[in-house]
């Protein structure tokens, strides 16, 4: 397979893995974690004495997922994934969340992106840690504050979100040695 077809074919593998967290947050929300409340989202531990919605997990998934979505397929890929992300993320959220999960999606990816660009060709470790970052604290703080009008599960939201972009970086870093060895220049 030559360069531009793999470079094509990772690029949608990260599209559909980007479109598989939105249900998946969802899914996540009612079926898994260490407390399932009725009524209420299921919460993991993400610190000692910190639960969050088990839905934030994919929710830092997508955010370095969107970043590999642009880094292979380009800007306007990476664009289109999150007005659709967005759409979905409306479409699949309880009725109480929809403008919240919604809007808190689609302005999080876009603070990702305006993060990434930028620092994508000083590398590629740096770019995802830095967009994600900011990505899940504009996430968490806009979807808490439009959903429930506080922000007292703040440190849950960005910790379970940074979870995922940390246990990422390994294959992210690998990715990026990878490309250097074959010559995989970012789209």
Known sequence: MNLETRQRVEGYAFLLAFAA??????WFIGHVGTVCPPNSPCLLPV????LAPSGVLMVGLALVLRDLVQRRLGKAWALGAVLVG??????????ALVVASGLAFLVSEFADFAVYTPLQ??????AVVASSAMGLVVDS??????????LSFLIGQVLGKSWMVLLALPVIWLLRERDAR???QPA
Not at 47 to 50: D, E, S, T
């Open 121 to 126: 060709r000083r590398g590629l470790v740096l």
């Open 141 to 150: 703080i806009l979807f808490l504050w439009l959903a429930f009008g506080n």
């Open 47 to 50: 610190a000692p004495g910190i």
């Open 21 to 26: 967290c939105i249900p998946a947050a969802n």
């Open 182 to 184: 074959i010559g995989l």
């Open 86 to 95: 967005a759409v979905l993320s409306a479409l699949l959220a309880p009725p």
